[in-house]
T-cell receptor
Framework: DGGITQSPKYLFRKEGQNVTLSCEQN?????MYWYRQDPGQGLRLIYY???????QKGDIAEGYSVSREKKESFPLTVTSAQKNPTAFYLC???????????????FGAGTRLSVL | AQSVTQLGSHVSVSEGALVLLRCNYS??????LFWYVQYPNQGLQLLLK??????LVKGINGFEAEFKKSETSFHLTKPSAHMSDAAEYFC???????????FGTGTSLTVIP
């Protein structure tokens, strides 16, 4: 089955530690996205990538980093500079066909990150 | 920039009653509009989407939404609520490029037996 796989489902971070959240998709989608979800705030865009080896900052990129070395993979690193990392992180992907009606975002099941 | 406003962060309905979740968007050009549903500790699932083909859009699980350009609204409805409809619902908008999506803050639906 095609889809988006996020791992791990739960992750704990110690103070000063960098942690990496995995996102893999086998939908052959061009674009991938990372969102942060906090209670009552909806989804906020962290980073997105439209093609391999290229990515753009979203609204809340500070304290996070990403890479896009392969089309199917878009890992997110939460660095020690992110002082309030506790949240639910969602990865999404979509086709990139400008002006077409296929620009639907499909989501993974999420990773819940907590600070020890 | 695009934006979406969902009125009411919490909505409670009785089982069998009408569900109405409100969404208003701001856009200078006809957008693409979406409703997603999220169950606890899960990702978002697409309920339905508006892409200018028809103003009344039918989605999964008996939900539908009507695009009203004059009111810049895209409210989600279901004639009869079921216990399994209890979840968080998000309205989203993208521009014609589809490069970015903008999500509302969500509405938590509670269904009372």
């Amino acid at each position: 089955d095609g889809g988006i796989t996020q791992s791990p489902k739960y992750l704990f971070r110690k103070e000063g530690q960098n942690v990496t959240l995995s996102c893999e998709q086998n939908l052959n989608h061009d674009a991938m996205y990372w969102y942060r979800q906090d209670p009552g705030q909806g989804l906020r865009l962290i980073y997105y990538s439209q093609i391999v080896n290229d990515f753009q900052k979203g609204d809340i990129a500070e304290g996070y980093s990403v890479s896009r070395e392969k089309k199917e993979s878009f890992p997110l690193t939460v660095t020690s500079a992110q002082k309030n990392p506790t949240a639910f992180y969602l990865c999404a992907s979509s086709l990139q066909m400008t002006g077409m009606a296929k620009n639907i975002q499909y989501f993974g099941a999420g990773t819940r990150l907590s600070v020890l | 920039a695009q934006s979406v406003t969902q009125l009411g962060s919490h909505v409670s309905v009785s089982e069998g009653a009408l569900v109405l979740l409100r969404c208003n968007y701001s856009s200078s050009v006809p957008p693409y509009l979406f409703w997603y549903v999220q169950y606890p500790n899960q990702g978002l699932q697409l309920l339905l989407k508006y892409t200018s083909a028809a103003t009344l859009v039918k989605g999964i699980n008996g939900f539908e939404a009507e695009f009203k350009k004059s009111e810049t609204s895209f409210h989600l409805t279901k004639p009869s609520a079921h216990m399994s409809d209890a979840a968080e619902y998000f309205c989203a908008v993208s521009d014609w490029t589809g490069n970015q999506f903008y999500f509302g803050t969500g509405t938590s639906l509670t269904v009372i037996p």
